[in-house]
């Protein structure tokens, strides 16, 4: 008798414990949270492909796609984190679909922190991995990769930073993203910012190199609506202000019929204003 009623008083310490460890794991902090992702989540070296995940999971997931994990967080099954170039981005951490990776500037990095939820998150889907999921790292340190709880599972931080993806990214290696805001930049495999912290159209290319026939005009930033589609060749007077997608080089001018301040853009402008245009007034198309 004696023997059962100790063994009974050693299983309800036991529940005790227990009990107490899971009220003190519930309150996270990003140390704590790595530290659970970590005995949750399995790292292996390579890409999914290479570590045969299957088809149309993780990543690959109809669902993880950026404008459509806007809708709703997606905590995926696995994730790649890979050591890549997209755009003018090199280098620049994206996924196993290829996407880009961002980092916010009002969030911080020591501790782990998001600063982006509610529309914010909307524009810019925390990239999730679900617990007990596995991470793939394509040319990545493990040291950089972190986690912080989030929506059920973990958000994916580099160099401490939580990373993000872009609704407006529509295929890989768009960089649709960089720069937006002045607070929104690719991140790179270290946590830095990708491109130097510069906006897509930061550096002059030369447009000739990849020359644009025509654009499309947005009169607010992100490529808001109303637009206005113009073509070629030579120079064309606008009136917009906001931003600007091309498929490639273009000059663009604060006067009409070409004059003015001018500036060579190569590419998508997600902010006029972050180079320095209140409004663009003629545009030059070298194609």
Do not use: H
Request: charged fraction near 15%; aromatic fraction near 10%.
């Amino acid at each position: 008798m004696f023997r059962t009623r100790a063994t009974a008083l050693a299983s309800f310490a036991a529940v005790g414990v227990f009990l107490l460890s899971a009220c003190s794991g519930s309150d996270a902090t990003d140390a704590g949270a790595s530290a659970s992702a970590a005995g949750e989540l399995s790292f292996q070296n390579g890409t999914a492909q290479q570590n045969n995940a299957p088809a149309q999971t993780g990543d690959l997931a109809p669902d993880a796609a950026p404008a459509v994990a806007a809708k709703k967080p997606v905590a995926r099954k696995w994730v790649q984190l890979s050591a890549g170039r997209a755009g003018q981005l090199d280098p620049v951490v994206v996924n196993g679909a290829g996407f880009t990776l961002y980092r916010f500037d009002k969030d911080t990095a020591d501790p782990s922190k998001s600063n982006c939820s509610g529309a914010c998150a909307t524009t810019w889907p925390p990239y999730l991995v679900a617990r007990g999921g596995k991470v793939f790292l394509d040319g990545i340190d493990k040291s950089s990769i972190g986690f912080i709880e989030r929506d059920g599972a973990f958000q994916v931080t580099v160099g401490g930073w939580p990373v993000y993806l872009f609704n407006k990214d529509t295929k890989a290696g768009d960089t649709n993203g960089q720069g937006v805001g002045g607070t929104w930049f690719g991140v790179q495999p270290d946590g830095e910012k990708a491109g130097g912290g510069q906006s897509g159209a930061g550096v002059d290319p030369d447009p000739k190199a990849s020359p644009a026939s025509s654009a499309t005009f947005f009169q607010n930033p992100n490529f808001g609506d109303p637009s206005q589609g113009v073509a070629g060749p030579g120079c064309r007077n606008v009136s917009f202000s906001g931003s600007l997608r091309a498929s490639g080089g273009l000059k663009i001018w604060d006067g009409p019929n070409c004059t003015g301040n001018a500036k060579v853009v190569n590419g998508n402008v997600q902010d006029l204003s972050a180079i320095g245009f209140g409004k663009v007034r003629s545009v030059r198309f070298f194609g």
